[in-house]
């Protein structure tokens, strides 16, 4: 019979509605049975596309008579860690101060306080490695319940307390300034691979955040070293296993420092902002590699991720059958050359072999390739590899598809929102910025209340039971921003002002102006989250402090500036000594040291070639964060447009910031040599 998961939307939690375990989703109902029947809560962590997730699920969830041991011992709850990052944030927090990591799935035993006492993440079914398996683990905890009660909870109440007292070092209110960016791009560079971009070692993440800085300061300072790092780190992501070479699109991280081998599962968010920086790659360089990245990314996004109702889903699993009705990591994608013999002949599958660096042994696993564009000598006939990569694409749809996290993330659809407004402006595709219009059209429909109140997710049209946190307020904000900036609708600038008003009045401390993760009418945790460095995706504090910053431009609003200026206090803390993980704050602090400039084009309409024009070389502008308004003489579509007539009755452009502005142009040239100065 299927358990109480049956009931609830999240794709992750459905898997788990089968399984023999009596799961209960989180609420305050699972606890008051714990205290009732007095046992402990195992909480259990995941997503939808998370590989151990699955096989932790299938070894000790799926199992019998692990179940049967659990249902006794234990109330179990499940969460989806996309649907709760608030609850993720705490116990995850709880995990890595314990033991020094932590990851997917998260297992933690809780009282019935909810007080964690005892952590981990996957547990295998039999010792293994040093580790212990999950059923010795559920024994030991449920012996230590029973026998030394007092001491657990005397734990539990220790870390709950150790928890309260890790408040961040906020800084100051004041907004970075050269100083401290130079030294963030010193610690960047220290920290570069030179030899194959990006940052760090083995695994290696996409740094898209840290890009965005990179570009941003470069077009503030003309740093040539920032532009070479973004250019290099992005075109061996793209020339690598971790970008899908057949069908667009970034995979989640490189396992290998070089970028070949990939963590299978492709998230919408990796995929948002990779399109975004590749699309701004281009704008700065014209790389005819950035622009062809940024259309195939926001094509893969459209094509594989859109739903029915407009929105994105969350993500495609990295598992998938490999044709024998087992799954596995990576089947989808991997080649070997006897495959590709089988689809294209003896002589394309030598060509194709070479071109994309399939070997006999295997660049993977049993003697298996991850597709990659290898640097080398020599010149491939561009027909020949595209038609090549036409016929494996066709031959690979035949194969079984991953599965796909359906639900709808209102954070992730809103950086979706951004990159396909702008990537369809760019580029002159009026389909993607359609997509971006569908998306944000759903976001306003289905998430958002009379009072503008958001939910975090929805599912097949249905909205979910879960509000909305920090990062879904600020990510909508800035895809509604970058949509009123693409199209000149000023209805988007109004509902980012909406939610904006929401992250000042329920999301900001008063007195320090740091932000929280969760609203103060929120649901109370054992602790009230707060985490302001850029990981996976920008955090909610940064993001909204970017959102902020261009909405007090386009609006000159004070507060709205302030919050900005004081939520990037903890950037200037943070960016010299840990830029990787404050990309984002560090983006948006580059916009707010160079004004950022504010653009008004008027004209007769969007319609009019002039308008067109001006509006589009004003798009495609590099100064960091410039917000751009469009619309007709005295509109009221924006406050930038008011008293900015027509100039000699030719459309204009109208450059202002801190509270200085330019004389109006109608010279295309002029425009453009003030944006990109």
């Not at 314990?98 to 996957?122: I, Q, R, S």
């Not at 250019?231 to 970034?250: H, K, N, S, V």
């Not at 909204?544 to 261009?550: G, M, R, V």
């Not at 960016?575 to 916009?591: C, K, M, Y």
Request: one cysteine or more; a negative charge.
């Amino acid at each position: 019979m299927p358990n109480r998961l049956a009931h609830e939307t999240s794709p992750y939690l459905l898997q788990h509605a089968d399984n023999p375990v009596d799961w209960w989703p989180w609420s305050a109902e699972a606890f008051e049975e714990a205290r009732e029947r007095n046992v402990p809560v195992l909480l259990s962590i995941g997503y939808s596309s998370c590989h151990w997730c699955h096989v932790m699920a299938h070894e000790s969830f799926e199992d019998q008579q692990t179940a049967e041991y659990l249902n006794a011992h234990y109330v179990s709850v499940k969460v989806d860690r996309e649907e709760r990052p608030d609850v993720d944030a705490v116990y995850m927090e709880a995990v890595q101060a314990a033991t020094g990591h932590g990851g997917w799935p998260m297992t933690v035993f809780l009282t019935p306080d909810a007080e964690p006492f005892y952590f981990g993440t996957y547990f295998p079914p039999a010792p293994r490695q040093g580790m212990p398996s999950f059923r010795q683990v559920l024994q030991g905890v449920h012996q230590a319940w029973e026998d030394r009660r007092d001491e657990v909870t005397e734990v539990a109440g220790k870390i709950v307390r150790d928890l309260a007292g890790r408040e961040i070092s906020y800084g100051d209110d004041r907004t970075p300034g050269e100083q401290e960016l130079a030294q963030a791009l010193l610690a960047l560079t220290r920290e570069y691979d030179p030899q194959r971009g990006g940052f760090g070692g083995a695994p290696k993440f996409p740094p898209s955040m840290v890009l965005e800085f990179l570009l941003r300061h470069h077009a503030r300072t003309g740093a040539e070293g920032a532009l070479q790092m973004a250019q290099d780190t992005c075109e061996r992501m793209a020339r690598g296993g971790i970008y899908d070479q057949l069908g667009g699109g970034f995979a989640r991280y490189s396992v290998d420092r070089d970028w070949i081998v990939p963590h299978f599962e492709k998230m919408l968010y990796d995929n948002a902002l990779l399109c975004r920086v590749y699309a701004h790659l281009w704008r700065a360089t014209g790389s005819e590699l950035a622009r062809r990245v940024a259309l195939e990314t926001a094509d893969f996004m459209v094509r594989e991720l859109r739903t029915a109702e407009g929105g994105f889903a969350s993500a495609l699993d990295a598992d998938s059958d490999d044709g024998t009705g087992k799954h596995v990591e990576g089947a989808y994608y991997v080649w070997t050359p006897e495959q590709l013999r089988e689809v294209l002949g003896e002589q394309d599958a030598e060509l194709a072999a070479q071109y994309f660096g399939v070997t006999e042994e295997g660049t993977f696993e049993h003697g298996q390739s991850v597709l990659q564009l290898p640097q080398q000598d020599g010149l491939f006939d561009a027909g020949k590899i595209a038609s090549i990569r036409e016929r494996l694409l066709a031959a690979r749809v035949e194969r079984p598809a991953p599965g796909r996290d359906d639900k709808v993330v209102a954070a992730w659809n809103g950086l979706a929102v951004a990159a396909l407004a702008e990537t369809g402006a760019y580029f002159d595709r009026p389909d993607l910025v359609e997509a971006a219009l569908a998306a944000a059209d759903l976001l306003v429909r289905l998430h958002l209340d009379e009072q503008a109140r958001l939910t975090r997710t929805s599912k097949d049209g249905h909205a979910g039971a879960n509000a909305g946190v920090l990062e879904d307020y600020a990510d909508v904000a800035e895809g509604f921003l970058a949509l009123a900036s693409v199209t000149g609708e000023g209805v988007w600038l109004e509902f980012a002002g909406f939610l904006l008003d929401h992250v000042l009045a329920r999301f900001t401390d008063e007195e320090s102006g740091a932000l929280f993760d969760t609203a103060a009418d929120a649901e109370r945790l054992i602790r009230r989250p707060q985490d302001p460095t850029d990981n996976a995706a920008p955090s909610g504090w940064t993001a909204a402090a970017n959102a902020l910053l261009s909405y007090a431009a386009h609006t000159g609003s004070g507060p709205h500036r302030t919050a900005a200026e004081r939520a990037l206090g903890v950037v200037k803390a943070l960016g010299p000594r840990v830029p990787r993980f404050i990309g984002w704050g560090l983006a948006a602090a580059e916009a707010a040291l160079d004004g950022p400039r504010e653009v008004a084009i008027v004209g007769p309409s969007l319609d009019h070639e002039g308008t067109r024009t001006l509006h589009r070389t004003a798009l495609l502008g590099t100064a960091p964060g410039a917000v751009v308004a469009v619309g007709a003489p005295e509109s009221d579509e924006f406050p930038l447009l008011a008293d900015r007539p027509l100039v000699g009755g030719e459309p204009s452009a109208y450059v202002c910031r801190n509270f200085t502005c330019d004389a109006p142009t109608t010279e295309v040239e002029r425009l453009r040599a003030v944006l990109n100065d």
